[in-house]
Structure formats: structure tokens, C-alpha cells
């Protein structure tokens, strides 16, 4: 029997955020802001499934945003929202219809920092009660006024609501049904509309609902105050490839004419593989060739930002993140200067990193070794990467 389902409101624009799309779809600290929301309630024991409500434009942005995620069990499939938020969440509950849980929490995608008791003690609330917020007490002095101040409101009785609101499933699908139309500005206002009793459960301060370009500096400070202690590895890749016959070579993801191209099972990018090697040798996973067997025909002329994208979820995987990355070509030609900064980007933009932590050099051997007989380029690389510390 499926006891409580959260359901996860992202289908708004966000434009009060600010120029960048979306807010939940936005990157904080390396991830999307969904992305943190969504994990607090897939890896909670008391939450059976996950249900996202999502604009109908958002198929692709909702995927990459959520990554290695949709692969969880507790995951659902995310269900189209409506013109507003009041009906985003009426049909994010009439989806449930066909696993009829008996608990229903709702929550904004834009609160990435909510945390296990929180969730846990709107679920109790509702052994006793209709239904059940987290809510912060007001402490400032509230006034109502205009230019001038009219009175001052008795803060005695006053609360801060947050999400998530966690219902019974009936319940709550009945006052949202009934309350079709209305503009109501939360899940808790349908709810005392159907006359349903809503109890009010300690939230967390933490617990800040990003609406403001200005609230991502503040995430950024709480995210960097939760986070787990983080160690540093460093791992190394070389490559080498042989010329052949041809009129163009890739290096680090970008194309360069030349007399020549790069002899390999795939595109031959030695910038590419050896940085590959660098990322799994950091998080102890082997090398290109554990991967991506060459004896497998399925990578023959395969791209190399397979390989690296691979190598990058891996450490996502593990809740790490690549922080710097170097890779030293070796050739007399062609010549790598030219297009340095736009390997940089090319890197940058596969590993969802700033260029700025990605450094791209070249060097000649002086005309001795194959280098310097223009047989062939080898490529160095290192790449450091910061998981959690004690991470197996």
C-alpha cells in the first residue's frame, strides 16, 4: 500500500528570479535547483513516491535537470501542470488517482534546502489533523501601510507558512476540486475553504523559498554550510594516437584542419581520452577501456564526449564535483594556440564546469620521439575532483 506521496510543484516561470530560464531548472553549487529538492524526498524512508508537476514546454529541461534521478524507483513520471499554481497542484493530485495514497505532501520546487524532521513532522500531524504545514513564527514587528504606516499588526498569533503541506488524499482532492477557480495563494487556504482543520508544525529557517535573482547568493551560503566535508583527489590520463590518411583532427572536442587526421576504434580525441582517464583514475573507475571495451563495435567512430560525459556522471553519482581540470598536448602540428580557448569552452560546457577551471596547453618534444617526427599526438591530463569525505 503506497502511504504518502510528495508532489513537487515546478511548473511556474520564475520571472521575478531574474534572466536564466526557470529558477528550479537554474544551476546551484553544480545541480539544479529541482534536482536538491527532489533528492530531500526521494531518499526519505517515509515518502513512497515522487510526483513532479512541470510546465508542458519543459520535457528536456526537466531530464537534464534531474539526471542520474530519473533512474529512481521512488520516481514517478512527471505530470503536465496548469495556468496556475492552484491548478498545477490539483492536477498533480488528481494524477495520484491510480496509486491513491493516503497522504498527499506538497511542496515548491523552489525550496531545495528542506530537511528529513521537517518532512517528518507534517506527516505525523496528520495522524490527528486534516492537514499540516510547516510554518516559521513571526518575530519582526508587522506594520500595514502605504507610504505611511496605518497600524501595527499583533504578531502574536502570526506564521510564516512554508511547504511542504501534507494532506489525506480524499481530503484535500475534494477541496481542490471544489475550490476550482479561486485564487488562492496556498495548498493550507484550499483546504481551510473546505473547512478541513490545518495544523501548523515547526518548518525550519533554512527552509527559504527562492523567488529573487539575490536569493541565489543566500542558497549558495546554506548549501555551503549543509554540504558534507569534502576531500580532494587527483587523477592522471595519457593518450596517444597515430596520424593516417585524411584532412582533420579533434582535439578537446573541437575540429582543426590539417593534413592529417587521428588514427583510433573512435574519433581519436587524445585531448578528450586522456582527460577521460584522468576523471575515473581521481574516483578509482578504471580507465576508457573498462567502459568502452574498442573490441565493442558499437564504439567504433563514437564521439569522445561519450566517454567523457561518462566519466563526469560517475562522479556525480557519488555526489562529487570536478573542480579543476589541466591537459598538455604534445605535437609539432598543427598548431593548438588558435583554438585553445574554444577547446576550454567545448570541455567546459561537457563537464558543466566554468572554463575558468579548465586549463588547455601545448607543447612540442623538439623534433625528437614520433611527436617530433609528426607520426603522431600524445596528451597528459589531470583532474582533480572533490567528493564527500569517506566515501568508499
Known amino acids: 500500500m503506497v502511504n504518502t506521496i510528495a508532489v513537487i510543484v515546478a511548473a511556474g516561470r520564475g520571472t521575478r528570479a531574474g534572466a536564466g530560464g526557470p529558477k528550479q531548472y537554474r544551476d546551484l553549487a553544480g545541480r539544479a535547483v529541482i534536482a536538491w529538492t527532489a533528492e530531500a524526498f526521494l531518499s526519505h524512508s517515509d515518502i513512497d513516491a515522487v510526483r513532479v508537476i512541470i510546465h508542458r514546454d519543459d520535457n528536456e529541461e526537466y531530464e537534464n535537470a534531474m539526471g542520474e534521478l530519473l533512474k529512481h524507483r521512488k520516481l514517478l513520471p512527471p505530470v503536465t501542470g496548469g495556468a496556475e499554481r492552484q491548478d498545477s497542484v490539483r492536477l498533480g493530485i488528481e494524477s495520484l488517482l491510480e496509486q491513491k495514497p493516503s497522504r498527499v505532501l506538497v511542496h515548491d520546487a523552489a525550496r531545495p534546502f528542506i ?55 480524499d481530503k484535500i482532492l475534494s477541496a481542490h476540486r471544489a475550490a476550482a477557480g479561486k485564487q488562492l495563494t496556498d495548498d493550507a487556504a484550499v483546504a481551510e475553504e473546505a473547512g478541513l482543520n490545518v495544523a501548523l508544525v515547526a518548518g525550519s529557517p533554512d527552509n527559504m523559498k527562492i523567488t529573487q535573482a539575490e536569493d541565489f547568493g543566500m542558497a ?45 576504434h573512435s574519433d581519436a580525441d ?123
Open 270 to 392: 587524445v585531448g578528450m581520452h586522456a582527460l577521460t582517464d584522468a576523471i575515473l583514475g581521481a574516483i578509482g573507475e578504471g580507465d576508457i577501456g573498462d567502459h568502452f571495451p574498442p573490441s565493442d563495435p558499437q564504439w567504433k567512430g563514437a564521439p569522445s564526449h561519450i566517454f567523457l560525459e561518462k566519466a563526469r556522471d560517475l562522479v556525480k553519482a557519488r555526489s562529487g564535483k570536478i573542480t579543476h581540470c589541466d591537459v598538455t598536448l604534445m605535437c609539432e602540428a598543427p598548431k593548438i594556440g588558435p583554438h585553445r580557448d574554444r577547446m576550454r569552452a567545448a570541455l567546459a560546457l561537457i563537464l558543466n564546469i566554468s572554463d575558468a577551471r579548465i586549463s588547455v596547453k601545448a607543447t612540442t618534444t623538439e623534433q625528437l620521439g614520433f611527436t617530433g617526427r609528426r607520426e603522431g599526438i600524445a596528451a597528459m591530463a589531470t583532474a582533480t575532483v572533490a567528493i564527500p569525505a569517506n566515501e568508499s
Open 115 to 169: 530537511d528529513e524532521k521537517t518532512i517528518r513532522r507534517v506527516i505525523n500531524a496528520l495522524d490527528k489533523n486534516d492537514g499540516a504545514i510547516a510554518a516559521l513564527p513571526v518575530h519582526d514587528t508587522i506594520k500595514r501601510g502605504t507610504d505611511l504606516i496605518e497600524t501595527t499588526i499583533p504578531r502574536d498569533s502570526l506564521w510564516r507558512a512554508q511547504t511542504p503541506q501534507g494532506f489525506h488524499f
Open 220 to 264: 549558495e551560503i546554506i548549501l555551503g554550510r549543509k554540504e558534507k566535508p569534502m576531500e580532494y583527489r587527483t587523477g592522471h590520463g595519457f593518450d596517444v594516437h597515430a596520424f593516417e590518411d585524411g584532412d582533420a583532427v579533434f582535439i578537446c572536442g573541437v575540429e582543426i584542419p590539417h593534413v592529417k587526421k587521428l588514427k583510433g
